[in-house]
């Protein structure tokens, strides 16, 4: 089975601008969660979607947001970035119903905003 | 705050040396999770033990789990540079959200 699929791997971008980020999930997993990693704020949850419905959101403001397709496919959009949104933004994915929240994740698109 | 705290922040050891990581928690937990994570990459999962049990094996790594201290261990033995990584937990508290650690660098010398 192919893994969580990220695309693209890198990303810069200048403030201001907006930016979508893509993300294949495992096949069979319908549960996609974003997540932001930067040295200073470590690992943070952004938002869970299932069922193309955001189920769970962090506390991110609302410049953050995404969507899910109805092939499980996620996107995540940031608008009018700030130079504090440069991070690996991690998405991971899990299969419904197995009784354990275990994420496989996918290995992350590098968004540098200059 | 739910996140998991870690210690040490960084540790490096020989080749062949175990590795001991630990981390501390604040809530209440359905499970704790082990993740790996190389370099830039995405985190891989290790291992996760129960609320309901102290302690668990997978090949070389050994975890253990203390619910009255709020504190878990991972113990790598026989560390190989390919071990070289950084290591979190993730608390999962019933939400669907995992809350990550701080992590622990480890760095295996050849």
């Known amino acids: 089975k192919a893994g969580v699929t990220q695309t693209p791997r890198y990303l810069i971008k200048t403030r201001g601008q907006q930016v979508t980020l893509s993300c294949s999930p495992i096949s069979g997993h319908r549960s996609v969660s974003w997540y932001q990693q930067t040295p200073g704020q470590g690992l943070q949850f952004l938002f869970e979607?299932?069922?193309?419905?955001?189920?769970n959101k962090g506390n991110f403001p609302g410049r953050f947001s995404g969507r899910q397709f109805s092939n499980s496919r996620s996107e995540m959009n940031v608008s009018t970035l700030e130079l504090g949104d440069s991070a690996l933004y991690l998405c991971?994915?899990?299969?419904?119903?197995?009784?354990?929240?275990?994420?496989?994740f996918g290995a992350g698109t590098r968004l540098s905003v200059l | 705050s739910q996140q998991g705290e870690e210690d040490p922040q960084a540790l490096s050891i020989q080749e062949g040396e175990n590795a001991t990581m630990n981390c501390s928690y604040k809530t209440s937990i359905n499970n704790l999770q082990w993740y790996r994570q190389n370099s830039g990459r995405g985190l891989v999962h290790l291992i996760l033990?129960?609320?309901?049990?102290r302690e668990k094996h997978s090949g070389r790594l050994r975890v253990t789990l203390d619910t009255s201290k709020k504190s878990s261990s991972l113990l790598i033995t026989a560390s190989r540079a390919a071990d070289t990584a950084s290591y979190f937990c993730a608390l999962d508290t019933g939400r669907r959200a995992l809350t990550f650690g701080s992590g622990t660098r480890l760095q295996v010398q050849p």
């Open positions: 991971a994915s899990r299969p419904i119903g197995t009784g354990f929240n275990i994420q496989y």
């Open positions: 033990i129960r609320s309901n049990e």
């Open positions: 979607y299932f069922s193309e419905t955001q189920r």
